[in-house]
């Protein structure tokens, strides 16, 4: 079993219910609005890891692609399957930073506030995973949070600059960087967006 499903999941399985909801309180297009732009053309295959209430696998199921969708909390995976029943979603129990059971190649990788679950040794060990999952001139995107975590949850502090030194050594080229305030609203809570491309 990966890293990330043995700790630290307790909370999301506690709480799955009440967390999708405030994920589902957010379109995709406004968490996502500088990303768009590097979305590859329709058909492609994509990959969404951790994807939690399955806003985000529904969302670019609906624009065309092939979605494959990892989520190691059975309780929030069932959640989604049941909110988002598209025909275009995989569902996969799975997680970083080994993504066991996933085939690639992918022409998007998409890490919606996953990357801070990880400690620097798994990150190191996720990033090669990254890099063989996506196809050349494919592109990975990783959103990162800061700010104190939520009680009875793992997370640890991540940072731009890390996120993509540790990229680079693995052939991750990046061809976007931006930052915003907390779509949900939490004064405490900032995020980095990181777009890389193989």
């Known amino acids: ?20 909801r405030a994920y589902e309180g957010v379109r995709f297009e406004e968490v996502h609005r500088d990303v768009v732009a590097f979305l590859p053309g329709a058909g492609a295959r994509v990959l969404d890891v951790g994807a939690g209430s399955g806003r985000d696998a529904a969302a670019l199921a609906g624009r065309g692609y092939r979605v494959v969708a990892v989520e190691p909390t059975d309780a929030l ?12 979603i995989e569902w996969v129990d799975s997680a970083l930073p ?10 998007l990788v998409l890490l919606s506030a996953v990357w801070m679950h ?28 800061h700010g104190p975590p939520p009680a009875g949850r793992r997370m640890f502090e991540v940072s731009g600059d890390e996120t993509v030194a540790l990229a680079a ?11 915003h305030p907390d779509r949900m609203g939490r004064a405490e ?8 491309e193989r």
């Open 169 to 179: 050594e693995h052939g991750l080229v990046p061809v976007h960087r931006g930052s």
């Open 118 to 145: 990880l400690d620097p040794g798994e990150r190191a060990v996720g990033m090669a995973r990254l890099r063989e999952l996506v196809e050349p001139a494919g592109r990975v995107v990783i959103t990162l949070r």
């Open 1 to 20: 079993m990966d890293a990330v499903e043995l700790a630290g999941q307790e909370e999301y399985r506690v709480r799955a219910g009440e967390l999708a």
């Open 98 to 107: 080994e993504v066991g059971g996933v085939s690639g190649p992918f022409a």
């Open 77 to 88: 995976r069932e959640v989604a399957r049941r909110l988002h029943p598209e025909p275009g």
């Open 189 to 196: 809570v900032s995020w980095t967006v990181l777009v890389f």
